[in-house]
């Protein structure tokens, strides 16, 4: 089944394009939307993040500029992992190099184009392109992450494999490996805390090439054998869950000490806490608001958006959660196309909706979840409970 993509409203590179009055109004009114049939709950925070919102503001601004000689401005990827946000950007004329393009920009840019580097970065070989073709470049990348690639990257220089806690396939990831690379490094990058314990078993056995490729091979590392985590410096992508994250040094420091002993271990592991500030606050509220006593929580964001994949999930361990990336997804009280976590595709789920009234749902939307399609999820939420 093929998610619905909203048509995005117009006019392009409007200031307001992504706000919403329904989603202002609930949070006047702290959060909350008392209705007949029940009540809608929002988190204390939720929606854009400060990175994301300054990558879009930045990219109207150079859509402005482009109208006074417009054809000439490249996005390199999506800007943000979100689909409402992607349609609006290219009805604002904006072409999004993807593919071949993406890799080989040279091949489609001029000196005169003005290439938009998105939130998450660009691999340095692709921004090293840019700089030869000579174009104008408008660098939307987040701090957050900035700070990742240069602590990691610093790491590398003082001796450290780097074990990375991400989605390998993420645009983020994908960037951040480029960089170490690029630098010399070592890296391996673990998905999940399964991943992580397999990895645990190579480095406390020092594994050589052998069972070490067997379990891990390109892109997730580019090491050969354990060797080079005898000493780890670790990261995670800025949206992984923070608990886990914790949960992943626990490992790897115990990991060293089965190989190395407790005196050594200590000084053997680095960490740097890169989950990113805005990603902690978003997962503490959801939690909050799962515990607040509601009776199922809708999470509204793209199904490629890693914190808002998170945020189903710490929603999932507490009560009945339904992913959706917009209000067409609600097809009535009955029937919700909502992402089937087992499969990773959006699937049509019936009776989501309790009967019982009243009924109490939570609202949770991702960092890349713009306010104007959660406004439109509430505000079809309220239509049934109306
Ligand atoms: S989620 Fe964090 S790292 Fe990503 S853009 Fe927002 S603030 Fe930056």
Redesign the pocket.
């Given at each position: 089944m093929t998610a619905h993509r909203p048509d995005p409203p117009g006019p392009p590179a409007d200031g307001d394009a992504f706000g919403s009055d329904v989603v202002d109004r609930v949070r006047a009114a702290g959060g909350m939307w008392a209705l007949p049939g029940g009540e809608l709950r929002m988190p204390r925070v939720f929606g854009f993040?400060?990175?994301?919102t300054r990558?879009l503001s930045m990219l109207q601004e150079a859509v402005a500029a482009d109208r006074e000689d417009p054809g000439h401005l490249y996005l390199l990827g999506e800007i943000i992992h979100n689909p409402w946000v992607n349609a609006y950007v290219q009805q604002c004329g904006v072409r999004i190099l993807t593919g071949e393009s993406l890799a080989n920009p040279e091949t489609v840019l001029t000196a005169r184009d003005v290439a938009v580097i998105p939130?998450?970065g660009v691999p340095l070989q692709i921004q090293r392109h840019l700089e030869m073709i000579g174009c104008r470049i408008v660098d939307t990348s987040?701090?957050?992450?900035r700070r990742l690639w240069a602590w990691a990257t610093r790491a590398v220089g003082d001796g450290y494999g780097i074990v990375i806690f991400g989605r390998d396939a993420h645009d983020e990831t994908i960037v951040t490996k480029s960089r170490l690379e690029s630098a010399g490094g070592r890296y391996v990058v673990v998905g999940d805390l399964d991943q992580t314990r397999r990895l645990c078993e190579l480095i406390a056995t020092d594994a050589g090439s052998g069972a070490f490729g067997r379990a891990f091979t390109p892109p997730a590392t580019n090491a050969r054998s354990a060797a080079p985590f005898a000493r780890i410096a670790q990261v995670s992508q800025?949206?992984m869950l923070y608990d886990q994250t914790i949960e992943v040094r626990r490992l790897l420091h115990e990991a060293l000490v089965a190989r190395y002993g407790a005196a050594e271990a200590d000084e053997r592991l680095i960490f740097e806490p890169t989950v990113?500030?805005?990603?902690q606050d978003r997962q503490a509220s959801a939690i909050d608001l799962c515990r607040s006593g509601v009776d199922l929580v809708v999470v509204v964001g793209g199904y490629g958006s890693s914190?808002t994949r998170h945020l189903f999930e710490l929603a999932a361990q507490h009560t009945p959660a339904w992913f959706i990336e917009d209000a067409d997804s609600i097809r009535s009280a009955e029937e919700i196309l909502a992402l089937d976590a087992a499969a990773n595709k959006p699937e049509i789920a019936r009776d989501w909706l309790p009967v019982k009234r009243p009924v109490r749902i939570g609202v949770l939307a991702g960092?890349s979840s713009p306010e104007v399609v959660v406004g439109q999820v509430l505000q079809r939420l309220a239509e049934l409970l109306g």
């Open positions: 993040c400060r990175g994301v990558a939130a998450f987040c701090g957050d992450v800025t949206t990113c500030r805005a990603t914190n960092a």
